[in-house]
């Protein structure tokens, strides 16, 4: 498990919340009420609720996949 202090904004992570069979879900690191640590949160995917970050723990950090990205203007060729 990872620490809070870990724990990087704006970033992915693999968590679930500590209550009895919580299901592990993607979350993300949300600095929507401020960039500070104290005032970050997490949102959960396909949701708009945002948790405390110390209601979960969380497994992982889950990586961007690093691709190529083509411009649109390029792809319609």
Known sequence: MLELSALEPECF????????????????ISTVFGAGRDYWTVARTGSDVHHM????????????????IIPLSQAAE
Request: glycine residues 6%; aromatic residues 16%; negative net charge.
């Open 13 to 28: 992570y693999w968590a679930r919340r500590r209550e009895i069979g919580g299901a592990w879900e993607v979350v993300q």
């Open 53 to 68: 970050v110390d209601e979960f723990e969380f497994l992982a950090r889950i990586a961007l996949p690093e691709a190529d």
